[in-house]
Structure formats: structure tokens, C-alpha cells
Nanobody, 124 residues
């Protein structure tokens, strides 16, 4: 198990940017893929982006492709989500998670450790 702590959420106007960070504890961070998900109350948790253990491959949900960028710094045990051109429909609680694989995956059942989430609110 690894402990994950997200930060960087907040309130931003439409068209603005935010950068989320997820700090991990434990020595196994660098050997697994990492992902970001989001959830709106009353809706299913939604995949956003994921990155391979060595960062050579990333995948994105169609709804964020071209606007969001996932990255990681294994030396700092941190994964990031740069969010640009934010829209009101991006409003959600954002969670980072550690996959049980080295390659990025979209299904939340493939992830075994989750952070507590950080709120992102985009005003119109």
C-alpha cells in the first residue's frame, strides 16, 4: 500500500488553469502506473488520465484530451495533473490513484490505492 495526498485544487474561472499534485509515500511509487479520476456527487467516478511507471506513455479521457497533461517525478514521488482551458463541466473532486500495473489503465478496479481527493470548481 502507498499513501497518496492530493493538493492544488480550488476555485477558478472558466478558461483558467490549475495544477494538481499528488504526493506518495512508500518505495513502490515509481514501479507502478498512476492515474487521476474525478467524481461529481451522484455520478460514477470518471477516469481522467494515467501515466506509465516510467512516463513514456500517457492516456487521457476524450473530454480532457488536449487540455490536461499528466506527468510524474519519480525522484520526488509525485504525480501532477496540469489542467488548462478549464470548463464548468470539469468541476469535481479529483483523486489520484496507484495502479496495480506498470502500464496506464482506465478502469478504477485496476487501482488499489487512492488519495482523499481535492475539490476543483470552475465558475462560468
Amino acid at each position: 500500500q502507498v499513501q497518496l495526498v492530493e493538493s492544488g485544487g480550488g476555485l477558478v474561472q472558466a478558461g483558467g488553469s490549475l495544477r494538481l499534485s499528488c504526493a506518495a509515500s512508500g518505495r513502490t511509487f515509481s514501479t507502478y502506473a498512476m492515474g487521476w479520476f474525478r467524481q461529481v456527487p451522484g455520478k460514477e467516478r470518471e477516469f481522467v488520465a494515467a501515466i506509465r511507471w516510467n512516463a513514456v506513455r500517457t492516456i487521457y479521457a476524450d473530454s480532457v484530451k488536449g487540455r490536461f497533461t499528466i506527468s510524474r517525478d519519480n525522484a520526488e514521488n509525485t504525480v501532477y495533473l496540469q489542467m488548462n482551458s478549464l470548463k464548468p463541466e470539469d468541476t469535481a473532486v479529483y483523486y489520484c490513484a496507484r495502479a496495480m500495473t506498470i502500464d496506464p489503465v482506465t478502469a478504477d478496479k485496476e487501482y488499489d490505492s487512492w488519495g482523499q481527493g481535492t475539490q476543483v470548481t470552475v465558475s462560468s
